[in-house]
């Protein structure tokens, strides 16, 4: 059994920043590509950032410059730092993760946390 559960999401004026975490747990052998993805109203779920097992990283073009991912393997953890928020950044945020456990490795999802960005 593998769990991911996010937190840090919440309510912050434009141009302010949050941090997202992402915590893995369970049975993990091996964790591959951890990313962040997110939903707003009546769109598709989007990637927002992934970063692989060595560290490499990529972002949707609307964040670059803006949000940040890293990564602790020793923890099982992924961030995401987001700077200069948006009003257009306003969704629920997923963190995703391909992880090898008692089953061949297999992607797994949080519930979501809300980011909401607004005046």
């Known amino acids: 059994q593998v769990q991911l559960v996010e937190s840090g999401g919440g309510l912050v004026q434009p141009g302010g920043s949050l941090r997202l975490s992402c915590v893995a747990s369970?049975?993990?052998?091996?964790?591959?590509?951890m990313g962040w993805y997110r939903q707003a109203p009546g769109k598709q779920r989007e990637l927002v950032a992934a970063?692989?097992?060595?560290?490499?990283?990529n972002y949707a073009d609307t964040v670059k410059g803006r949000f940040t991912i890293s990564r602790d393997n020793a923890k099982n953890t992924v961030y995401l730092q987001m700077n200069s928020l948006k009003p257009e950044d306003t969704a629920v945020y997923y963190c995703?993760?391909?992880?090898?456990?008692?089953?061949?490795?297999?992607?797994?999802w949080g519930q979501g946390t809300q980011v909401t960005v607004s005046s």
């Open positions: 995703n993760a391909r992880i090898g456990s008692l089953i061949p490795a297999h992607q797994y």
């Open positions: 369970g049975s993990i052998f091996s964790i591959y590509t």
């Open positions: 970063v692989a097992s060595g560290s490499s990283t």
